[in-house]
């Protein structure tokens, strides 16, 4: 073991926590309300650990483990931890003006954004049980304060304390279903368990030690029927923090579901695989319908989140090299996607807090044609309608599953996707259809780093719409590594 | 980059994207004339760059001319493949004809949001050349789904009292179709590389490819199963889009909210969508389930052509009417393509040419009506041959080309499709000449009421003629269908080959056997020129 070849290989977690450190004091020192250098410190931070991540990714051979095999930096984990640090770096720009609009301290809020970034990196890097919970729990714990920020508003205090009295109990499920496949297999780490379950039989505490972690990890993605919590915290949080959660986590839980369940899980495919498939189905079917009766957009959009879990379940169930790539590649468009669409909820969030009804986007279009494009865009891409980028994600999701012989799964899929097209087009119909003089539409606030991010997350989802090749390769080169760490 | 420019169809499918770029980067809102500038040069410069392809294409030649492949994606075989044969080039210039006439049409309909408005119909035409050129599924598909973002917005913006409800209606039922086909599409593609892993199905470990040339080859040998299954999913995406009887219902609602520019797009070109997925896919590339669900389709094609003459006889709104009509007539449509033998098919798709021109000549004629009274209540007319002679005129000539009076072009259609149906069964044949008998009572009666008569109503004394421009909307219209209904020779000659390649996959035995008992010959296809436009079955 060489502790120096593993402090390398965990140099942008390391980065960013002592970045999250010196953001946090930095906050406190200064009389506290110094947004602007704080959210170039925190992207600059970003940008630093992306950076470590290039040295370390060149510095040790893909596949290799780290710290006794808790560890590995395969190409798998890298993309994931691009995808975070991009959301990171999004969120952060698109909360600098809210912040300050809203006049809470930008110190401690940056500082937890960047270490709920560092849990979901150790996520998606670890290769055993306990450092994906560790990591798992820094995120959870960060999302939950996160969650609760705007003290002075009492839906906030509701989403935090609902986030973390259910989220606190899926992790104690998950737990308990670690700890019984512990006690079965002896072990913690997936290439282990892998041999081990290959060797023995299966028992009933190892089958109910893998539903509970399945439940565990369905609840993290947000599937039905563990999606509960859901609408009420995206619907509370602070809508930044709402994007944020409702990209960062997510993907973080999928990385941790596709390396556990592919990786250590797989000989067990045909317990879970019915388990999973019911949920994924539920989850597509629950989440668009619910959404269609939704008048708060944040709402709307915690439905739409819910969703999207569901269809990216679908890459997960088909497994191959095609699912896992799918799963990938979908992710990067729902980040893009998703986090315009929040970002324009920020930015009408002009009157009050949170009270963005559908009507609010009311003649959208005549008053400012640009945003009123840009989210079109993001909504269409959301109900996955060339040339934009979600429909490439879901044709990647949906042959992955065609291919495994889920047809009637992604039958269920398409059907669910014309069924999200009318509440997504609510929203444009709002904003094109309806004359602004008919009711009182929200203005649109200025706020030049929001409108910013947003128009990157814009151009990346035409771009992958209309050119989606590279995007997909680098989705692909990660998927074809998965199991190599674990034999 | 330089190769991409120079192929005409790429040119032609994108020249009104650039368009839409300029309105949208260089007008104004408030710019109108320079806004109908752009896009009527843009439309017209469409169609004129669109005409060589009629010219240039050699029917005899290869199969798909005008080639433009490129890699796209390439990690799932995904290619970007424009290419034309016969049926393609047809629709392709109905399309930018009609493209020009709606964009044209709409100068004084359209007065409010103009900018937009001109971005979406441009940004539609594009859509719709797309779908017609694409030979490979995926880039099919999205120009498929492309397409219905702009016109949902025409209809849901520029139309009528219920667009709301509408636009919705057409987006999800279309959607809802063209998500199934999707799934079908990829069923195909991985049988033909890596199988279907859980269902037991081998693929046939060919390189992936959506390539629609490349499936092509392997039709013949798809399993019987998957054939099914395939045409199932094909049918529910292209039969919403027909639309045929059962799933008819979003269009009277779209045709009749929409503004007049979109119903005359929805009618002449959208319409055509349905079947011509119906003829560059399902029959080619799923020739055994094609040939099973003959009974099912024709029966369903004839109860639409009843069923819509019927309905459309009830109707007091004439926008509603001509609506009706189309379920009607693109059920004729569909009886010939699945008649399956050279007649059928080539009649099938001259009527679709024959129901874009004569069906958007009607709307045009109604919007016209409806810009000068805003009523397009039959009952609200009656008399108006008196204000309006040449509206009139126009009017008849084309009701006629409609009901399928010889000398126009609907005649040829209709004639060509019983013919070949008629091979097929009598029972079919007799069953869609009443559909003939009844869209010559509705259109006549129509016609009657609104023009003949006493001039009833005294808002109607003051009714304006058409004017120039709109008379030039028309004209070509008229022209067109005077032109395919006296001398069609060459609008056949370019779909024979073509045709005949969809029916050698589908029915090879047909080929067979009419090369030994000869078919018996065309009757007289009306006018002089008759005799030599029938020249185009037995021959070849």
């Not at chain 1, 009182?440 to 409108?451: H, K, L, N, P």
């Not at chain 2, 049926?87 to 103009?114: C, D, K, M, P, W």
């Not at chain 2, 099914?228 to 045709?255: Q, S």
Request: charged letters at 10%; one cysteine or more; proline letters at 4%.
């Amino acid at each position: 073991m060489d502790i120096g070849a593993d402090l390398v290989a965990l140099l942008p977690e390391l980065t960013l926590t002592a970045a999250a450190l010196v953001v946090l004091l930095a906050g406190v020192a200064g009389s506290g309300r110094r947004h602007g250098g704080l959210a170039v410190l925190a992207v600059a931070s970003v940008g630093a650990a992306a950076i470590a991540l290039k040295i370390a990714v060149d510095a040790s051979d893909a596949g290799r483990v780290f710290f006794s095999g808790m560890f590995v930096l395969d190409h798998f984990a890298v993309f994931f931890k691009v995808l975070f640090l991009l959301t990171a770096a999004l969120a952060v720009l698109m909360s600098l003006d809210y912040l300050a609009r809203h006049d809470y301290r930008p110190g401690e809020y940056h500082s937890l954004v960047l270490l709920a970034t560092v849990g979901m990196m150790v996520m998606a890097s670890g290769t055993n049980l306990a450092s994906i919970y560790v990591g798992l729990e820094l995120m959870a714990l960060s999302t939950y304060v996160l969650a609760g920020y705007f003290r002075r508003e009492v839906k906030s205090h509701e989403a935090a304390s609902k986030y973390f009295v259910l989220g606190a109990l899926s992790s104690g499920v998950l737990v308990y279903g670690l700890s019984l496949l512990y006690g079965e297999l002896g072990t913690l780490d997936l290439a282990a368990m892998a041999a081990a379950l290959r060797a023995g039989e299966n028992t009933p505490a190892l089958l109910t030690g893998l539903a509970l972690l399945a439940c565990g990890f369905l609840f993290k993605v947000a599937a039905v029927p563990f999606h509960m919590w859901t609408p009420d915290v995206y619907e509370g949080a602070p809508t930044p923090i709402t994007a944020f959660m409702s990209v960062g986590p997510k993907a973080a839980a999928f990385a941790m579901f596709l390396r556990v369940f592919l990786g250590g899980l797989e000989s067990l495919a045909p317990y879970w695989v019915w388990l999973v498939g019911g949920s994924a189905a539920a989850t597509m079917i629950w989440g668009n319908l619910a959404a269609l009766t939704q008048d708060n957009v944040k709402r709307m959009l915690a439905y739409s989140s819910i969703a999207h879990a569901g269809y990216a379940l679908l890459g997960l169930l088909a497994g191959s090299e095609l699912g896992v790539q799918s799963v990938l590649f979908y992710m990067l468009v729902y980040l893009v996607s998703n986090l315009g669409a929040f970002g324009f909820v920020i930015l009408l969030e002009s009157r009050g807090y949170a009270g963005e009804t559908v009507a609010d986007y009311a003649g959208l279009a005549r008053r400012q044609p640009l945003a009123a494009f840009g989210m079109l865009l993001f909504l269409l891409s959301l109900g996955g309608i060339p040339p934009t980028a979600g429909f490439m994600g879901k044709l990647y999701v949906f042959a992955a599953a065609v291919n495994a012989g889920y047809v009637w799964l992604v039958v269920v899929a398409v059907l669910m996707s014309a069924v999200s097209l009318y509440y997504y087009l609510r929203i444009a119909m709002q904003m094109y259809l309806r004359e602004p003089a008919e009711e009182e539409g929200a203005e649109v606030v200025t706020a030049r780093w929001t409108a910013r991010a947003i128009g990157a997350c814009g151009v990346f989802v035409l771009v992958i719409g209309v050119y989606p090749a590279p995007f997909a390769a680098a989705a692909r080169a990660t998927a074809a590594l998965v199991g190599v760490t674990l034999p | 980059m330089m190769e991409f420019l120079s192929n005409p169809l790429n040119q032609i499918c994108y020249l009104p994207l650039l368009g839409a770029l300029v309105i949208i980067f260089f007008c104004k809102p408030g710019q109108s004339r320079a806004i109908k500038t752009v896009a009527t040069v843009t439309a017209g410069l469409d169609f004129v760059i669109s005409v060589p392809l009629w010219l240039r294409y050699v029917p005899e030649g290869e199969q798909f001319q005008f080639l433009f492949e490129a890699k796209w994606i390439p990690a799932i075989g995904a290619q970007y493949i424009f290419g034309v044969d016969g049926i393609s080039v047809l629709l392709i210039l109905l399309t930018t004809l009609l493209g020009f006439i709606s964009v044209y049409s709409s100068f004084t309909a359209i007065t409010h949001r103009e900018k937009e408005y001109y971005v979406f119909l441009l940004l539609l035409q594009t859509g719709m050349l797309g779908v017609f050129m694409a030979l490979d599924f995926v880039l099919f598909y999205v120009f498929w789904e492309v397409m219905l973002v702009p016109m949902y917005f025409l209809i849901g913006i520029w139309g009528g009292p219920r667009k709301l409800y509408a636009a919705i209606k057409f987006f999800l039922y279309t959607l809802v179709g063209s998500v199934l086909m999707l799934v079908g599409i990829l069923a195909l593609y991985f049988y033909n590389s890596t199988g279907l892993a859980a269902i037991g199905l081998p693929g046939l470990g060919n390189p992936a490819t959506f390539d629609v040339r490349a499936l092509f080859e392997i039709a013949p040998g798809i399993p019987h199963g998957l054939q099914f299954w395939v045409f199932l999913a094909f049918f529910v995406g292209f039969a919403i889009k027909v639309p045929m009887f059962p799933f008819h219902t979003w269009l009277p609602d779209a045709h009749v909210e929409a503004p007049t520019a979109g119903s005359v797009i929805l009618a002449g070109v959208l319409l055509k969508m349905g079947t011509y997925g119906f003829i560059r896919f399902s029959l080619p590339l799923l020739p055994n389930a094609t040939r099973e669900a003959v009974p099912w389709v024709v029966a369903l094609s004839i109860v639409g052509i009843i069923y819509g003459a019927l309905v459309a006889m009830a109707q007091k709104d004439m926008k509603k009417l001509v609506a009706y009509s189309s379920v009607s007539h693109l059920g004729f449509v569909m009886l010939g393509m699945f008649a399956l033998n050279p007649h059928g098919l080539s009649g099938s798709v001259l009527q679709m040419i024959n129901h874009g021109l004569s069906t958007g000549a009607l709307f045009l004629l109604v919007g016209i009506l409806y810009e000068r009274r805003h009523t397009r209540m039959i009952a609200d007319y009656g008399g108006l041959a008196k204000v309006m002679p040449v509206y009139a005129m126009m009017f008849m000539i084309i009701t006629m080309a409609s009901i399928g009076l010889p000398t126009l072009n609907g005649f040829i259609g209709e004639l060509t499709i019983l013919v070949g149906a008629f091979n097929r069964s009598v029972w079919w044949a007799v069953l869609a000449a009443t559909g003939i008998v009844l869209g010559a009572a509705y259109m006549l009666w129509m016609y009657q009421r609104v023009f003949f008569g006493e001039l009833s109503h005294q808002e109607n004394k003051g009714l304006k003629d058409v004017n120039l421009r709109e008379q030039w909307t028309l004209i070509p219209l008229i022209v067109l269908c005077f032109w395919i209904g006296l001398y069609p020779k060459p609008f056949f000659r370019m779909l024979e080959p073509s045709i005949e390649r969809v029916v050698r996959v589908v029915d090879p035995d047909y080929l067979e056997g009419r090369a030994m008992a000869v078919v018996p010959p065309l009757p007289a296809q009306g006018g002089e020129e008759g005799a030599e436009g029938d020249g185009h079955g037995g021959e070849h």
